[in-house]
């Protein structure tokens, strides 16, 4: 996940949804995500990556189903990498 913050902010940023199927238009409807989790996942990013700036969030969908949102911004004056 790290490589495609890395490769999102070195373009022109973007969105990484978790929790929704690629051939679906929404989560399951009796999906939750825990904030800890979200918030580990923003802990995390930000632990394996150089200059990505990112919002990590819990979404709710029309139908009650939760999702994990991450925006990527674009990088704004070097190079973002991921640690290693």
């Known amino acids: 996940m790290a490589k495609d913050c890395v490769a999102f902010a070195n373009a022109r940023g973007g969105?990484?949804?978790?929790?929704?199927?690629?051939?679906?238009?929404?989560p399951p409807y009796n999906q939750k995500i825990s904030d800890e989790l979200v918030e580990n996942i923003r802990i995390?990013?930000?632990?394996?990556?150089?200059?990505v700036g990112l919002n990590v969030?819990?979404?709710?969908?029309?139908?009650?189903?939760?999702?994990?949102?991450?925006?990527?911004?674009?990088?704004?004056?070097?190079?973002?990498?991921?640690t290693k």
Not at 44 to 51: F, G, P, Q
Not at 65 to 81: F, N, R, V
């Open 44 to 51: 995390r990013i930000s632990e394996l990556t150089i200059n």
């Open 15 to 26: 969105t990484l949804v978790i929790g929704i199927e690629d051939s679906e238009e929404l």
């Open 57 to 82: 969030s819990k979404e709710t969908a029309s139908n009650g189903g939760e999702y994990i949102k991450i925006d990527i911004l674009p990088s704004q004056a070097t190079i973002a990498s991921t």
